[in-house]
Every structure is written in structure tokens, then in C-alpha cells.
Nanobody, 124 residues
Framework: QVQLVESGGRLVQAGGSLRLSCAAS????????MGWFRQAPGKEREFVGG????????MYGDPVKGRFTISRDNAKDTVYLQMLSLKPEDTAVYYC?????????????????WGQGTQVTVSS
């Protein structure tokens, strides 16, 4: 079992930046595909991006391409989501997820472990 804990969410003005972290409080993210998702009130969960287990490849959802970057430090058992040029429509609860099968894409059914989420609010 892997327990994931997200942190770093807060209120930020439009145009600002944030870095979210996803740490393994139990188990390890090393060897797992990792993804970030978000869910805004009244909306379905949305794929933000993912990173391959070795950190060598990433993919992103269209709304965040060019603004968000995912990285990982397996030695620290932590995955990061760097968010730049934030917009009010980025407001959501952000979740990280881990896949034992190495998945790091948009199919949330392929993820085995999920964190509790961290709130990001972008004011206009």
C-alpha cells in the first residue's frame, strides 16, 4: 500500500505560480507511474498531467500545456506539480495518483492509489 499526501495548495492571484508536492507517507512512489488530476466544484475530475516512473517522460492535459510542469525526485519519494501563469479556471482540488502498472496518462482507472487532495484557488 502507498499513501500519498499532497501539499502546497493555497489562494493565489491570477498570473501567479504555485508548486504542489505529492509525498509518499507510507510506501514509495519509486517505480510507480504518477499522475495529477483536479476537480472543480460541479465538474468531473480532469487529467492535469503525468510522469513516467523514471521521470524521463511527461504528458499534460490541453488546458495546462505550456504552463504546468511535473517532475519527480524518487530519492525524496516526492512528485511535484509546478504551476505558472495561473488562471481562475485552474481553481480546483488537486489530487496525485500512483499506478503500480506504470501508467501516467489520463485513464484514472489505471491508478491504484490516490491522495486526499489539496485546494488551489486562483482569484481574478
Amino acid at each position: 500500500q502507498v499513501q500519498l499526501v499532497e501539499s502546497g495548495g493555497r489562494l493565489v492571484q491570477a498570473g501567479g505560480s504555485l508548486r504542489l508536492s505529492c509525498a509518499a507517507s507510507r510506501g514509495t512512489v519509486s517505480g510507480l507511474g504518477m499522475g495529477w488530476f483536479r476537480q472543480a466544484p460541479g465538474k468531473e475530475r480532469e487529467f492535469v498531467g503525468g510522469i513516467k516512473l523514471d521521470g524521463m517522460r511527461t504528458m499534460y492535459g490541453d488546458p495546462v500545456k505550456g504552463r504546468f510542469t511535473i517532475s519527480r525526485d524518487n530519492a525524496k519519494d516526492t512528485v511535484y506539480l509546478q504551476m505558472l501563469s495561473l488562471k481562475p479556471e485552474d481553481t480546483a482540488v488537486y489530487y496525485c495518483a500512483a499506478s503500480r502498472g506504470g501508467h501516467y496518462g489520463a485513464y484514472d482507472n489505471f491508478y491504484d492509489f490516490w491522495g486526499q487532495g489539496t485546494q488551489v484557488t486562483v482569484s481574478s
